[in-house]
């Protein structure tokens, strides 16, 4: 990594940084505050048989526990807007951003391997979606113990909780490097990504309200960010292989397809 | 050993996008490859100012590319003060400056900010920053402004800074002139003039031929990615036609079959014609007419341009 870039980077990402990060805390720090206002009631309401009973498993989250509550503070689509100006906004730009404005070809004319280039690049990305994400839960648990509920949350399971997001966003994160090495201009870059995250997370909506689409979810990657489960204790090492398995893939992707390709002056 | 020398080197685009061979062209359509440079040969020898030229299109920025390791090369090889263009181009990298063409910067930092990451991405001390900056009249306070308020001209001066701040060996330099009013041209020139008495050296691409004339040793022209010519300034000066413009009383001198006289244009007392070579049979053919006036305009690197690229158009 080059320490020079990555100071760049964060000069300058730290306001949008700081502003998504408050976003995701205030976030976190509701829905908490929510179970512990009207999760009974909810609770109440989906033993009549009032509401669908998959409204209880939306994305693995559900408002009748603690655990439910943060888990779907993580997979709601604010979280995923939010953590996804870095995760994806910042990740398809870092490269064919700077290729379009025209920056790229005086950063690369130092002594630097576009190898390093993109690695630090990657790195200020994970960086970035590891403060937000423990913004998010710096937020719920300020939120849960407002409420008065923090004694139902099992503190050591939150880092756990926090790698498994972390993993998770990391890998839109690889897959949006890999497509920005790969294109010239930014709307590409931007759209392949989009693309693949807003396809994942229907899949995932999909097949946790329709029983019939459940064997779409394990295309999905955001089926791999279990974090009810992981908070009620239960930790499977297979859902975070797969997200490092993506995070590797894209970086394999990346590392081969930047070095060998021409950078023809910006049109 | 030069500080830059390429044997054959070739580039045609379009042959390579960098993705894996079983997904080349499956999304993005594959067009044919168009030949950018081909078979260039040229050795730029350490401590001098060697110009680029050509128009648009000519192949240009794509050597300088390729000598930076942006683009790589179909066929032939180059090597930068003495190391390997494309093994060893973060190395090359370590030792030259670069200013690109219409270069972009990082609007929301200042000039100062921009310098200084650009000074640590280089990973050498930014030693000559205040002295290109007093030469080029960029205060501290103006590098202390936001560059999105920079205007084109002030743009290519933190340009011309940021590639020559660490001092490099070697400067490549595609259109430096670019934006800069008469006044910092004349400052940007005698910059470069400082860095030949220390013995950098400068590769200079540049269509502005009279400023190529102005700073350069030698020149290379390319035209349609091929190599048209490479001399020595001098050499291809004093070589060139001059224009003669003679008014006369009386009969018109002839001149037709002296040697090196071409082009004789008679009209209204005037005669216009090119001067090659040596002057000796010229004025000799002046000695018995009847002269009144007599202009010999020094031979321009334009003309000199335009003849070889009229000399090397295909047939």
Redesign the interface.
């Known amino acids: 990594m080059n320490g020079a870039l990555l100071r760049h980077t964060w000069r300058l990402q730290r306001i949008r940084l700081a502003v998504v990060s408050a976003a995701l805390a205030t976030w976190g720090f509701l829905l908490p505050v929510i179970y512990a206002r009207f999760g009974v009631q909810f609770g109440v309401l989906l033993d009549s048989g009032m509401l669908p009973e998959q409204f209880a498993r939306f994305g693995g989250g559900d408002v009748f526990s603690l655990e439910g509550s943060i888990a779907l503070g993580l997979i709601h689509p604010i979280a995923i807007i939010l953590t996804s100006v870095f995760a994806v906004g910042f990740a398809a730009s870092a490269v064919a951003g700077e290729r379009q404005r025209g920056t790229l070809e005086v950063a690369l004319s130092r002594p630097l391997s576009r190898q390093v280039f993109y690695v630090s690049l990657l790195g200020a990305s994970l960086g970035f979606i590891a403060i937000a994400i423990a913004a998010l839960l710096a937020g719920s648990v300020s939120g849960a113990t407002f409420a008065g509920v923090a004694g139902e949350l099992a503190f050591a399971t939150l880092p756990l909780l926090w790698l498994n997001s972390v993993l998770l966003f990391g890998a839109f994160a690889s897959i949006a490097l890999a497509a920005s090495v790969s294109f010239d201009r930014l709307p590409p870059a931007m759209g392949c990504t989009l693309g693949a995250v807003i396809v994942m997370y229907v899949l995932e909506v999909l097949g946790s309200l329709w029983p019939s689409a459940e064997h779409l979810q394990p295309y999905s990657l955001f089926h791999y960010l279990r974090a009810k489960a992981i908070l009620t204790g239960s930790i499977s090492l297979f859902d975070l292989a797969v997200l490092l398995g993506v995070i590797v893939a894209g970086m394999s992707w990346a590392l081969v397809v930047f070095p060998r390709r021409d950078l023809a002056a910006p049109s | 050993m030069p500080a830059i020398e390429t044997a054959g080197l070739t580039k045609y685009?379009g042959q390579?996008?960098?993705?894996?061979g079983f997904l080349q062209g499956r999304f993005r359509p594959s067009a044919p490859p168009v030949r950018a440079l081909e078979s260039l040969d040229i050795a730029v020898r350490e401590g001098e100012v060697f110009g680029f030229l050509g128009p648009n299109g000519a192949g240009k920025?794509?050597t300088i590319?390729l000598l930076?390791g942006?683009?790589?090369p179909t066929s032939g090889q180059g090597r930068v003060l003495g190391l390997d263009m494309v093994r060893d181009?973060?190395?090359i990298?370590?030792r030259?400056g670069?200013l690109?063409?219409?270069?972009?910067?990082?609007d929301?930092l200042t000039g100062e900010?921009l310098l200084d990451?650009?000074g640590?991405?280089?990973?050498r001390p930014a030693a000559r920053r205040a002295e290109w900056s007093e030469r080029l009249e960029l205060s501290p306070q103006t590098l202390k402004r936001l560059v999105r308020d920079y205007s084109r001209g002030m743009r290519q001066k933190v340009g011309i800074i940021?590639a020559l701040q660490h001092d490099p060996e070697l400067a490549i330099l595609d259109e430096p002139t670019e934006g800069l009013d008469p006044l910092m041209q004349r400052a940007f020139y005698s910059i470069l003039d400082t860095l030949k008495a220390e013995g950098r050296t400068v590769f200079f691409s540049s269509h502005v031929l009279s400023e190529v004339e102005r700073v350069c040793d030698r020149v290379a022209i390319v035209r349609q990615g091929r190599l048209v010519a490479l001399e020595e300034m001098a050499g291809l000066l004093a070589r060139r036609k001059r224009n003669v413009q003679i008014r006369y009383d009386g009969p018109p001198p002839r001149l037709e079959a002296v040697a090196g006289v071409t082009n004789v244009r008679l009209g209204d007392g005037r005669l216009n014609c090119h001067v090659e070579g040596s002057m000796k049979p010229f004025l000799a053919a002046l000695a018995d007419a009847s002269i009144v006036d007599l202009t010999v305009e020094p031979a321009r690197l334009e003309e000199a341009f335009l003849e070889l690229y009229h000399e090397a158009e295909p047939a």
């Not at chain 2, 390579?16 to 894996?20: D, Q, T």
């Not at chain 2, 690109?100 to 990082?106: E, F, K, Q, T, V």
């Open positions: 685009y390579r996008s960098g993705w894996p920025s794509t590319r930076l942006f683009l790589h181009s973060v190395a990298r370590r030259l670069y690109p063409s219409g270069i972009a910067l990082y929301t900010q990451y650009l640590a991405l280089s990973g940021q």
